[in-house]
């Protein structure tokens, strides 16, 4: 299995600050890499497709990098709905697999 | 918009059948452009793919629950089911449904249900 690893686990930060988590592939998996934001007793929502592609509807404050096994997802001027956790997950092979997730806590 | 909803029950006995179902409203399960799976996260945070199921009725399992799961369509409901035998504490989580979208080779989970609570305990 393709073991996913995300930091940090969890990050304190005030509403306009930039925010960059980041996620390792325990091998190669080109853009394979997908972003999604969870906020308790809601559905997760998906971010970000194939490492950089903003799913439709989603602010363009968030964004995202790779490939390979390097991957980050940025929030620029964090807003008091962000506050949420967040979490990686590869699509390049099954088991798909998803990072441990990080909350993002208000500062 | 296609919409997801869990149901099932909430609690089942250890070495009993979880049984779970997914209907989809605002589309075709029989869409082939789309597989439909199950996710669950456990009470300590962490999210695993459970499984997958294709509009053909081809199935993906996870190779870790692979012996005891289980997972069906109903065409004509528009719905899908998960059966995960023989469960145990650590088969307690939330779990929830998602339509899997794959285009160029990159899957992703878009929409997923709200989820529903399993707890397995005597």
């Known amino acids: 299995d393709i073991q996913m690893t995300q930091s940090p686990s969890s990050l304190s930060a005030s509403v306009g600050d930039r925010v960059t988590i980041t996620c390792r592939a325990s091998?190669?998996?080109?853009?394979?890499l997908n972003w999604y934001q969870h906020k308790p007793g809601k559905a997760p929502q998906l971010l970000i497709f194939a490492a950089s592609n903003l799913q439709t509807g989603v602010s363009s404050r968030f964004s995202g990098s790779g490939p390979g096994t390097e991957f980050t997802l940025t929030i620029n001027s964090l807003q008091p709905e962000d506050f949420a956790t967040y979490y990686c997950q590869q699509g390049y092979s099954t088991p798909w697999t998803f990072g441990q997730g990080t909350r993002v806590e208000s500062k | 918009q296609v919409l997801l909803q869990e149901s099932g029950p909430g609690l089942v006995k250890p070495s009993q059948t979880l049984s779970l179902t997914c209907s989809v409203s605002?589309?075709?399960?029989?869409?082939?452009?789309?597989?439909w799976t199950w996710i669950r996260r456990f009470p300590g945070k962490g999210l695993e793919w459970i499984g997958s199921?294709?509009?053909?009725?081809?199935?993906h399992y996870n190779p870790s629950l692979k012996n005891r799961l289980f997972i069906s369509q109903d065409t004509s409901e528009n719905l899908f089911s998960l059966n995960l035998s023989s469960v145990t504490v650590a088969d307690t989580a939330l779990y929830y449904c998602a339509r899997v979208e794959a285009v160029a080779g990159v899957h992703w989970f878009d929409p997923w249900g709200q989820g529903t609570l399993v707890t397995v305990s005597s």
């Open positions: 091998q190669n998996i080109g853009k394979y």
């Open positions: 605002g589309g075709s399960i029989n869409s082939g452009a789309y597989y």
């Open positions: 199921i294709h509009n053909g009725g081809s199935t």
